[in-house]
């Protein structure tokens, strides 16, 4: 089994203002980015009506547990 490898997320749904600060929270324990060795993520990155793409290098089995765990908690869908 593959200890860590490069991935992506598209995130879907609408992300309530209450709980952005959490969802940044999640992102910076994944070390995702915008694109693969590029932008760190910023509320500027996310237009409505778009899906979000999300990069990482080297992540533990190329799963974003923590992003993946904020949207089942806040039921956005989103896939890997």
Do not use: N
């Given at each position: 089994m593959i200890s860590s490898?490069?991935?992506t997320i598209r995130i879907?749904?609408?992300l309530p203002a209450?709980?952005?600060s959490a969802?940044?929270?999640a992102v910076a324990?994944?070390?995702a980015r915008l694109d693969w060795d590029g932008e760190h993520f910023s509320e500027e990155a996310m237009r409505a009506g778009q899906p979000?793409?999300?990069f990482?290098?080297?992540v533990p089995g190329g799963r974003f547990d923590a992003i993946e765990s904020f949207c089942v908690?806040?039921?956005l869908p989103f896939a890997r």
């Open positions: 490898a490069s991935a879907g749904g609408q209450a709980v952005l969802f940044e929270t324990s994944d070390r979000l793409d999300l990482a290098r080297e908690a806040h039921t």
